[in-house]
């Protein structure tokens, strides 16, 4: 079956400026995550949606970091007045956790660059 | 606060030979996950162990998890130039309701010929 997609692949932006992520899950996973990853890094935690609502934005770095995810899907990542700091590999995963595993799958990512 | 240590940080090794590539985690947890990743790509899940003494094998990678040591390994055995990729560790988070992931830096494995 299909397996985590998002979109774009590259986005390249002048700070200041708005951007949005895209995360599509596996059919049927009901938890959602976005993690970031900067170069030389482990990906870091960002946010963890169960269902339709933010069970946990813990790892969003301040309020210009926000996402959603209306019907319980597709998942979006909106970062305002971006900064060159912000520039990393954005990584959603998506999971079933209805078994003991919990095991995450992650999609190719967005690179960011903030110019 | 949670935190998740692997070593070596860097590893060439040639093809043919063995290792262990190490994880330690600083408080308890109920699950530890593999991961590799390729240049550019996503990361590909490996293994998860969930108790003490668990031990899992695929092909030429063996991964094993000491819940007392807060300690797992990733072993190499007879290394091939298709291994060299990186390799993360990861623990939930305590707690388990977020079920969020804790990496480790990484390591960066090279397979010589």
């Known amino acids: 079956g299909a397996g985590v997609s998002q979109t774009p692949s590259n986005k390249v932006t002048e700070k200041g400026k708005y951007v949005e992520l895209r995360c599509d899950p596996i059919?049927?996973?009901?938890?959602l995550y976005w993690y970031r990853q900067s170069l030389g890094q482990g990906p870091e935690f960002l946010i963890y949606f169960q269902g339709t609502g933010a069970a946990d934005d813990s790892g969003l770095p301040n309020d210009r970091f926000f996402a959603v995810r209306p019907e319980g899907s597709v998942s979006t990542l909106k970062i305002q007045r971006t900064e060159r700091g912000d520039s990393a590999v954005y990584l959603c995963a998506s999971s079933y956790q209805r078994t003991i595993y919990n095991e995450q799958f992650f999609g190719p990512g967005t690179r960011l660059t903030v110019l | 606060e949670l935190k998740v240590e692997q070593n070596p940080l860097f590893l060439s090794m040639q093809e043919g030979k063995n290792y262990t590539i190490y994880c330690n985690y600083s408080?308890?947890?109920?699950?530890l996950y593999w991961y590799r990743q390729d240049p550019g790509k996503s990361l590909e899940s490996l293994f998860v162990l969930l108790s003490n003494g668990a031990v899992k094998q695929e092909g030429r990678l063996m991964a094993s998890l000491d819940t007392k040591a807060r300690l797992s390994t990733l072993h190499i055995t007879a290394a091939v130039h298709d291994l060299s990729a990186t390799y993360f560790c990861?623990?939930?988070?305590?707690?388990?309701?977020?079920?969020?992931?804790?990496f480790g830096t990484g390591t960066l494995l090279a397979v010589q010929p």
């Open positions: 408080t308890t947890s109920d699950r």
């Open positions: 990861a623990v939930d988070s305590p707690g388990g309701a977020t079920n969020k992931l804790i």
């Open positions: 059919s049927g996973h009901t938890a």
